[in-house]
C-alpha cells in the first residue's frame, strides 16, 4: 500500500470513527456527510448550507403541490364541457373536503392542526420541534382539499411543511432551539417564496408572523433559503401556474384619492371577513355531531357556492388574472349569470355576491374539516374588490380609472387587513407584478387596511385565543419568554406533608429528619388544610416538652394563594408580587396538595433563557 492509499485509508478509518462516536452508524450516507461537515464548518457557514438544502427541500414541495393542484384545476375548467362542469362543482368540492377528513381521522389520527398557528404554537410550546409527519401531512390533505375545489389557499399548507422541514433537518444534526427556529422560519420562507415566486415577501412572511417577539442576529439562512425556493419555482413551474401579472397602469399620483378609498374599502372588507370566518368556525363548532358529518354539511354548503358561483371553486388566481387582463366576462360564461344579458350591472352584481359569498365559502372549506389558508382567498377576494370599486367608480362617470393597478392593489389591501402583515402584502404584489413604482399606492392601501384592523383587534382573531392563552409569542418579548415556561417543571413534588391530626412532636420529627423550610397540613384524602414555616415553628422549639401534644392544626396558618397546576408562570409571578411570598402550595381542581412552588425558581429558568437569548 502506497504513502497515498494510506492516508487516504486513515482518513477513512477517522471519518468513521467520529460517526461512531455520535451514534450514527444507521445514519444515510448523506446524513453521515451532512454530520460531518457540522463537526467540521463553524456555525455561520453550516447554518447557510442548511438555508439552501432546506430552501431547496420546501420549494421542491411547494412546487410540487401548485402543479398538482393547477393540473386537476385546468381539467376541470378548460377541458370539461360546461353542463359536466356544473356536475364536477358538485361532486369535486364535496368529495374534497370529506375525503381530506377521512384521512385525518384514519391515517393521521384525527391531528389536524393546520394553518399559521400550528407553526407559531410549535415555536413557542414545543421548542420548534416540528412531527415529521408534517413534512408531508399537509401536501397530501391541501391538494385533496384544494384540488377538488376547496375555497382555500395552498400557502399555509406550504409554509406548515416547510417549517416541518426545517424543524426537522435541525433535529437530525441536532442543533439548538434558536438555530432550530431559525431553518423552521426559513423552511417556510422558501415555501411562501415558491408558491409566489416572491423571495422578499417570503422573508417579510417571516419576520412579521413567524419570528414575532424572537430575537434573530443572524438571517443569512432566511435569505438564502427564499432564494432557492423562489429560484425553484421560477425554473420548474409552467408560466400559467406562477403567481404573476404583466398588465397594469404607470402609476399617477392624481390617481391617488382612489387608493386612499380604496384602502378604507378593503380594511373593512377584511374585517368582514375575519367576522364571517369566526362566526362559521363558532358554528360548527358548537354542532353535536361527528366530525364526518361535520365535513360533509361544510362540504355541501360549498358545493352548492361554487355550483351558482365558479370563481369560488378553487384558490382563485385565475379569476383575478382575468380582470386585470381586462376579460371579466369571462368569470360569467361558466355561471348561470350568463342566461342573462350581461350588462354593466351584471357584473356588479355578480361580483358584489361573489365577494360577499368568498368568506363563507372559505370558512366551510377549513372549518369544515379541508386543509387550506387565508392567503390566497385573501388575495382573491381583494383582487375582486378592487376590480369591483374600478367598475363602480367608471359606472359614475370618472374616466381614467386605473383598474388593473386597483385590482393589484386591492389585493396588498385585503391580505394585509386579513393576516395583519402589511409589509408581506406589499413585497408580495410588488414582487409578482414588477410594479416597483407602484410602492406608494401599494403603501396607502395596505396601511390604511391594517390600520383598521388593528382598530378593531390588536391580534388577528385567527391567531388571538391562542395569543390569550399565552401558546404564541407576542411581540412583548419578556412575555413571550415568560410563556416558554412550563409551570409543572417548577413543582416540588416531593414537598413535606404532616397529617391535620399529628401533633407537633411529630413535626418536630418531620423537621429534624428533612431539608425543607415549608410544609403542608393535609386531611387522610391529601386535602390542603393549611401550611407551616419554619417560622411558625421556631417558637415551640425550645418548649417542646410543654407542647408536644398540640396538635399542628393550632399553628398552621392559611396560604395566601393556591396555585392551580394550569396556571402561567406569568400569573404565578404576579401572585407571588401580590402576598408578597416566595413559596406558594400548589392544588389541584379536588384541593388535593400537588407540591410547592417557588417564585426564585422561576426567575432562575426565566435567567437562563434570556441568558441564552443574549448569546
Known amino acids: 500500500m502506497n504513502i497515498h492509499n494510506k492516508k487516504k485509508f486513515f482518513s477513512f478509518l477517522k471519518f468513521k470513527r467520529d460517526f461512531q462516536q455520535y451514534g450514527l452508524e444507521k445514519a444515510r450516507s448523506y446524513e453521515l456527510i451532512l454530520h460531518w461537515l457540522n463537526n467540521r464548518l463553524s456555525r455561520s457557514q453550516f447554518l447557510l448550507l442548511s438555508g439552501i438544502l432546506v430552501g431547496c427541500t420546501a420549494g421542491l414541495a411547494g412546487v410540487l403541490l401548485k402543479t398538482i393542484v393547477h393540473n386537476i384545476h385546468y381539467f376541470i375548467t378548460n377541458k370539461v364541457h360546461f353542463e359536466y362542469q356544473i356536475l364536477f362543482y358538485v361532486i369535486f368540492p364535496f368529495l374534497g373536503i370529506v ?24 415555536i413557542a410550546q414545543n421548542s420548534s420541534i416540528v412531527s415529521s409527519v408534517k413534512t408531508y401531512s399537509q401536501i397530501v390533505q391541501s391538494a385533496i382539499t384544494v384540488g377538488l375545489g376547496g375555497s382555500a389557499g395552498l400557502e399555509s399548507p406550504i409554509a406548515v411543511t416547510g417549517a416541518a422541514i426545517g424543524s426537522n433537518f435541525a433535529q437530525t444534526y441536532r442543533l439548538n432551539y434558536k438555530e432550530r427556529t431559525l431553518l423552521l422560519a426559513a423552511g417556510a420562507t422558501a415555501g411562501v417564496a415558491s408558491a409566489f415566486n416572491a423571495p ?40 400559467d401556474i406562477l403567481f404573476r401579472f404583466y398588465t397594469r397602469e404607470a402609476f399617477n399620483y392624481k390617481n391617488l384619492p382612489y387608493y386612499f378609498i380604496l384602502g378604507i374599502v378593503t380594511g373593512l372588507y377584511a374585517r368582514y371577513f375575519l367576522i364571517i370566518s369566526h362566526k362559521v368556525e363558532h358554528f360548527l363548532k358548537e354542532l353535536n355531531i361527528s366530525r364526518i358529518r361535520k365535513a360533509m354539511l361544510g362540504s355541501a354548503v360549498l358545493s352548492l357556492l361554487c355550483v351558482l358561483f365558479p370563481p369560488l371553486f378553487g384558490e382563485g388566481y385565475d379569476t383575478v388574472k382575468a380582470f386585470t387582463n381586462g376579460h371579466a366576462n369571462v368569470i360569467i360564461e361558466n355561471s348561470f349569470f350568463r342566461y342573462f344579458e350581461i350588462k354593466e350591472w351584471t357584473i356588479i352584481i355578480f361580483l358584489i355576491l361573489v365577494c360577499l359569498l368568498k368568506a363563507f365559502a372559505t370558512s366551510f372549506t377549513i372549518f369544515g374539516g379541508g386543509n387550506g389558508g387565508n392567503f390566497a382567498p385573501s388575495l382573491f377576494a381583494g383582487g375582486t374588490v378592487g376590480f369591483l370599486f374600478a367598475l363602480v367608480c367608471q359606472h359614475i362617470g370618472f374616466r381614467d380609472v386605473p383598474v388593473s393597478n386597483l385590482v393589484l392593489v386591492g389585493m396588498a389591501g385585503a391580505m394585509s387587513g386579513v393576516l395583519y402583515a402589511p409589509l408581506t402584502a406589499i413585497f408580495l404584489i ?129 396560604p395566601p394563594a393556591l396555585i392551580k397546576p394550569e396556571d402561567k408562570p406569568l400569573e404565578i409571578l404576579q401572585i407571588f408580587d401580590d402576598t408578597g411570598f416566595w413559596n406558594l402550595p400548589v392544588v389541584n381542581h379536588h384541593n388535593e396538595f400537588v407540591g410547592f412552588i417557588s417564585k426564585s425558581s422561576i426567575l432562575m429558568s426565566y435567567r437562563q433563557i434570556l441568558k441564552g437569548y443574549s448569546e
Not at 209 to 236: E, K, Q
Open 99 to 122: 375525503l381530506t377528513t377521512s384521512i385525518v381521522l384514519t391515517i393521521f389520527k384525527g391531528q389536524d392542526r393546520k394553518g399559521i398557528g400550528a407553526i407559531l404554537y410549535e
Open 200 to 239: 422578499i415577501a417570503g422573508i417579510m412572511f417571516a419576520f412579521e408572523i413567524l419570528l414575532t417577539g424572537v430575537v434573530f442576529t443572524d438571517f443569512i439562512p432566511l435569505v438564502v433559503a427564499a432564494v432557492c425556493g423562489s429560484l425553484l419555482s421560477r425554473i420548474l413551474l409552467q408560466e
Open 430 to 558: 410588488a414582487e409578482s407584478s414588477s410594479g416597483y413604482d407602484l410602492f406608494i399606492p401599494l403603501m396607502i392601501v395596505s396601511v390604511i387596511s391594517y390600520l383598521i384592523a388593528k382598530w378593531f383587534s390588536n391580534i388577528s382573531p385567527e391567531l388571538k385565543s391562542l395569543a390569550e392563552q399565552g401558546k404564541i409569542f407576542t411581540n412583548q418579548h419578556d412575555k413571550n419568554l415568560l410563556f416558554s415556561l412550563h409551570t409543572e417543571d417548577f413543582i416540588d413534588k416531593y414537598s413535606q406533608t404532616i397529617n391535620e391530626n399529628a401533633s407537633i412532636e411529630d413535626l418536630f420529627e418531620l423537621v429534624k429528619n428533612g431539608k425543607k423550610n415549608f410544609f403542608a397540613v393535609v386531611d387522610d384524602h391529601n386535602k390542603l388544610q393549611g401550611i407551616l414555616t419554619l417560622d411558625d415553628i421556631r417558637p415551640y422549639l425550645f418548649n417542646q416538652d410543654d407542647n408536644a401534644s398540640f396538635p399542628v392544626t393550632k399553628i398552621m396558618k392559611a
